[in-house]
């Protein structure tokens, strides 16, 4: 089955600088890469997704860049805000019509934004 | 709408006992998902559902079983809990293949 890792599992910085979190999953049919946020003790929520047929998609502050030959993708937050300060999740699947998305998660990384 | 709910919040459970989880959602979406946290990990999809009476194993389905009569509902049952089920559950919705949306969860905890 897919396998997801993520780095680093802690990031700290300081407030306005931008912050940069990794993720590399092993197959290579995944075509769907969406980020979640999970503020202490409250639910996983969406925060940017991208498919494979796209290498870049922004969100005001936020962005997402996929590079399908290497099988990474990276979450990029820029003029980080103390708001950030979070648990951020990445996570593949494999679109298969007809079926649910079954999502394979990374660990997480704890993102501090110090004032 | 209230969006996906869960209930209970919290519970304690003794090893070898059952207990249902509840989770419903009021936005007519037909996927439905549960996934289990453990602490400093990321989510592990149990079981999922693409739409009333059918139900298919995730990653992590050992020693749960669902159902799911209704569009609505997706009950998560744990039948003999074992101190390896202690975690936070989370159930999840999706209008077909789009944005899943969680509940706020239940911390389950077996002793």
């Known amino acids: 089955g897919e396998n997801v890792e993520q780095h680093p599992s802690t990031l700290s910085v300081q407030e306005g600088d931008s912050a940069v979190i990794k993720c590399t999953y092993s197959?290579?049919?995944?075509?769907?890469f969406p980020w979640y946020k999970q503020e202490l003790g409250k639910r996983p929520q969406l925060i940017i997704d991208?498919?494979?047929?796209?290498g870049e998609k922004k969100d005001q502050r936020i962005a997402v860049t996929l590079n399908k030959t290497a099988k990474h993708f990276s979450l990029h937050i820029t003029e980080t805000q103390p708001e950030d300060s979070a648990v951020y999740f990445c996570?593949?699947?494999?679109?298969?019509?007809?079926?649910?998305?079954?999502?394979?998660f990374g660990s997480g990384t704890q993102l501090t934004v110090l004032p | 709408n209230a969006g996906v709910t869960q209930t209970p919040k919290f519970r304690i459970l003794k090893i070898g006992q059952s207990m249902t989880l509840q989770c419903a959602q009021d936005?007519?979406?037909?996927?439905m998902y549960w996934y289990r946290q453990d602490p400093g990990m990321g989510l592990k999809l149990i079981y999922y559902?693409?739409?009333?009476?059918?139900?298919d194993k995730g990653e992590v389905p050992n020693g749960y079983n669902v159902s799911r009569s209704t569009t609505e509902d997706f009950p998560l049952r744990l039948e003999l809990a074992a101190p390896s089920q202690t975690s936070v559950y989370f159930c999840?919705?999706?209008?077909?293949?789009?944005?899943?949306?969680f509940g706020p969860g239940t911390r389950l905890t077996v002793l």
């Open positions: 999840a919705s999706s209008l077909q293949q789009n944005e899943q949306f």
């Open positions: 197959d290579s049919a995944s075509n769907y």
């Open positions: 991208i498919r494979s047929n796209v």
């Open positions: 996570a593949a699947s494999i679109w298969d019509p007809g079926s649910a998305r079954q999502l394979t």
């Open positions: 936005m007519n979406h037909n996927y």
């Open positions: 559902s693409v739409g009333a009476g059918i139900t």
